[in-house]
């Protein structure tokens, strides 16, 4: 049995520079942070039987694997040349749908989980390049890098991507102090909504590339991952939280499917109840609303609660995509 987890993530700034119709044309940069919620992976090889069972929100059985029709699945099968009977089973600390990068997340636990099975090493680097080209590049998924390096990679980091596809990772050079600070000033609550990121990402694209003033927005919320960045070097905090605040506006701008009445609402209490700032995590339309709040984090909590807006706390995950079972 091998058992592999992955972590999922929160991006902080520059989220949406990673997807292909921009960094192609003008290079990505993001923030980002794992966080300790996972997706677990556990493959076993089916020595008595002769088919796959495959146990994720549904349970399925294939003789072959052109037979599953769990897509993610059946794409790295093929990608590894793998016809061997398993069983593979997923188990996620979050539900799909809620902006955390969970469907990269999971292929990524899934590919380092069958290179475990083939007993091949792999770097944190090609883990995320195979998932990213199966996701962009066989399934046509309109997604970027993000999510595939964050699961694999973990810790708090910034991505640089030229206009070829290259990433570069660089731990975000802050103190120790000063992540712990952001760490326990960023706050999550489950909105409830969940949706698909496919449709919203879609739309983005379209309305960036047919709309100037919209790219334009892109080329902004590029450069606040830039001074996310620049104060978490500095080891001014507080000023993340104000980043958010412009993120959150310039993100509103590309389509009415990124926000609602409802998280509109959430958000303005939100700053009313000692927030600095914040955003809807990924793509947009629901998951989590994350705040940054420093002083008044009681006040910000009652008033989410009243909503009845549910907080998952969190700690930044260190380690990445890793094995944490292999039995012999």
Known sequence: MIVV????????????????????????????????????????????????????????????????????????????????????????????????????????????????????????????????????????????????????????????IDKKGNVVVSPIDASFSTIEELENNLLLFSTGIKRETGEILSEQKKNAESDSEKMKQMHLIKEIGEEIKKALENGETAKVGKWLNVHWEAKKSFSKKMSSNDIDKAYEIGLQNGALGGKIVGAGGGGFLMFYCDNHKPQLRNAMAKLGLKEMPFRFDKEGCKVVYHGR
């Open 5 to 160: 987890r992955a972590p999922l993530r929160i991006s902080l700034g520059g989220g949406g520079t990673d997807l292909p119709f921009y960094s192609s044309k003008f290079g990505g940069s993001l923030v980002s942070a794992a966080i300790d919620k996972y997706i677990y992976i556990i493959v076993e090889k089916r020595d008595f039987y002769d088919d796959f069972f495959i146990r994720y929100s549904k349970t399925e059985f294939a003789k072959k694997v052109d037979d599953i029709e769990h897509t993610r699945i059946k794409a790295a099968l093929k990608y590894l040349n793998i016809n061997d009977p398993l069983e593979i089973t997923s188990i996620a600390d979050v539900p799909a749908g809620t902006g955390l990068g969970s469907s990269s997340t999971f292929l990524v636990s899934l590919l380092k989980a069958l290179h475990i099975y083939k007993r091949e090493d792999i770097s944190a680097k090609t883990l995320a390049e195979e998932a990213a080209d199966i996701e962009i590049n066989i399934l046509k998924e309109p997604i970027g890098k993000q999510d595939q390096y964050l699961a694999a990679f973990g810790d708090v980091i910034h991505l640089d």
